[in-house]
């Protein structure tokens, strides 16, 4: 928009108001795009530790190893689960 009125005032012959304007405006996008890069370069990093952190985590879960003392655990509450249904049912 800003440089269609220039070019608008340079076609007709007159003086565009306020020229410093697009100085101004030069350098305010400037600085947007230096945060939007900053921002950018910022979410990739996070991206990356948390891509590392999943990693790790699916490494220590294939390390673990589920003792039987737990399926025995599992196999008696089911037991008792069966044992109250049918008490329940008579």
Do not use: C, W
């Not at 947007?32 to 790790?56: N, W």
């Not at 190893?65 to 089911?78: R, V």
């Amino acid at each position: 928009m800003l440089l269609t009125e220039s070019n608008l005032a340079r076609r007709h012959g007159y003086m565009m108001v306020q020229p410093e304007r697009r100085k101004k405006v030069r350098k305010s996008m400037g600085a947007i795009k230096h945060v939007l890069g900053e921002r950018k370069r910022e979410k990739i990093a996070d991206h990356k530790l948390y891509l590392e952190e999943l990693k790790r985590f699916d490494g220590l879960m294939a390390k673990m190893t589920f003792d039987d003392a737990n399926d025995e655990m599992e196999e008696a509450m089911h037991t008792e689960a069966n044992e109250l249904k049918l008490e329940k049912l008579e």
